[in-house]
């Protein structure tokens, strides 16, 4: 599998506090990636440079076939260079249904104008059927996204940012206030969404990310500690005493 995204070497300092620190990292095109760490390793921030939201001090971060630096784009065009993220926080628009969201975001890849003059057609209706299916809300198209549970709003964003078929998903603790079972189908739309395209996982519950099923990348002070197997991480001395011992 070839590279889709490339850090290398990135910095960044707060204030003179290093909160990245020589960080380089690699995601091939279709593979999925949990990344792990203590509170304060940076697991935000790497996130921010990525997306465009933070620009380093230093380092250089390749994207894509056409291997363009993100560190020159704004954070609209790493977005339109295929570049999603997922927030902790839902932020679906809870007085619409989960297909008009569903349909929504698939209007908004066709650019503002298409918003204004967007007509429906059935292939529409049906990715947005398709939609509704990988995240496991087809029995619940038309209740309002307001009445859906935590968990179900989760899966209804994450839809959205599949609707925009990203070549990249970031996503930002996805478990977290989730039932167990609500977890489980989590991990298994993620690793679905896998199949088509790279993700990217920031989650700190450890049952789920060993269900993800994944290569991890364990992050310390704003770099990487470890990365391998959840197994081989977890074993590594260094990873028990900053991150599993506390
Ligand atoms: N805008 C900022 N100004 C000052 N310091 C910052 C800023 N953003 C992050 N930091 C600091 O950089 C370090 C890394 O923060 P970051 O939020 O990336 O860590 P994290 O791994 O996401 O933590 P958590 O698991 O708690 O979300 C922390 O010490 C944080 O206080």
Redesign the pocket.
Known sequence: MSTLLEVSGVSVS??G?K?INNLSFQIADRELRAVI?P????????MDIITGKTKPDEGRVIYGDKSVSLLKMSESKIAQAGVGRKFQRPTVFEDQSVFDNLMMALKKTRGPLAVLFFKQTQEDSDKVADLAEQIGLSGALHRKSGELSHGQKQWLEIGMLLAQDPRLLLVDEPAAGMTPAEREHTTDILREAAKTRAVVVVEHDMEFVRRLNCKVTV?HEGSVLAEGSLDHVTKNEQVIEVYLGR
């Open positions: 707060f204030d506090f909160a760490g509170n304060g390793a940076g697991k935000t921030t790497f992050l």
